[in-house]
């Protein structure tokens, strides 16, 4: 079974506070991804890397940063926690489309991060 | 900006009922996907589509894309309560196959 996994299901965290989210995946996979959801504007995509120690902006990237030293692994940062960051994060990851393969992505559960 | 545009946001439909959720792009896709959400929970991927006109279906769910590839619907046969949670579209821009973003989601529920 594919499994994306996301090391914390619920944090608490002060404003100011720097705040790690880790997501492991076990499928060799290329392509990792993080996403923000807020009820009514769906998932928003923070940050993506296609290939160890690459990575690129998404739509929102302001007030995060990310880490991908080794394949299995991308970390979300978040320098230094605001209320407004307050959210479901959600890691995902996916392989390259493929003749025989569809490329979705595999999601984590989320973490819910409140931040106080 | 929200480069996939869902409609319509939340729906409320009786049981049985027929519905069609759509999802239209600013810009050429290369892919189309729709995934399910339940409430607290993960998303599951339902389908995925990639030529301009193809239609796919999963037991009652089918989901199609037009011809110029910016525009898919998916449409819900009969519905039931398993089916209620919160219906995503994402999609896979032309100008970066890496990418992968998302619309805003449609928020079904369906009463018994």
């Known amino acids: 079974d594919v499994k994306v996994t996301q090391s914390s299901r619920y944090l608490v965290k002060r404003t100011g506070e720097k705040v790690f989210l880790e997501c492991v995946q076990d499928?060799?996979?290329?392509?990792m991804f993080w996403y923000r959801q807020d009820p009514g504007l769906g998932l928003r995509l923070i940050y993506f890397?296609?290939?160890?120690?690459?990575?690129e902006k998404g739509d929102i990237p302001e007030g995060y940063s990310v880490s991908r030293e080794k394949k299995e692994r991308f970390s979300l940062i978040l320098e230094s926690a605001s209320t407004n960051q307050t959210s479901m994060y959600l890691c995902?990851?996916?392989?390259?489309?493929?003749?025989?393969?569809?490329?979705?992505?595999?999601f984590g559960e989320g973490s819910r991060l409140t931040v106080l | 900006s929200q480069e996939l545009e869902q409609s319509p946001q939340s729906l409320i439909v009786q049981e049985g009922k027929n519905l069609t959720i759509n999802c239209t792009s600013s810009?050429?896709?290369?892919?189309l996907y729709w995934y399910k959400q339940k409430y607290g929970e993960g998303l599951i991927f339902l389908m995925m589509?990639?030529?301009?006109?193809e239609e796919k279906s999963h037991e009652k769910i089918t989901a199609k894309l037009d011809e110029k590839k910016q525009q898919s619907s998916l449409h819900i046969t009969a519905s039931q309560p398993s089916h209620a949670g919160i219906y995503l579209c994402?999609?896979?821009?032309?100008?970066?196959?890496?990418?992968?973003?998302f619309g805003s989601g449609t928020k079904l529920n369906v009463k018994p």
């Open positions: 995902a990851s996916s392989s390259p489309r493929l003749a025989d393969n569809t490329g979705e992505l595999f």
């Open positions: 499928m060799d996979h290329e392509n």
């Open positions: 890397s296609y290939d160890v120690k690459m990575k």
């Open positions: 810009k050429t896709l290369y892919g």
């Open positions: 589509l990639q030529k301009g006109g």
């Open positions: 994402g999609a896979v821009p032309v100008y970066n196959f890496n990418k992968f973003y």
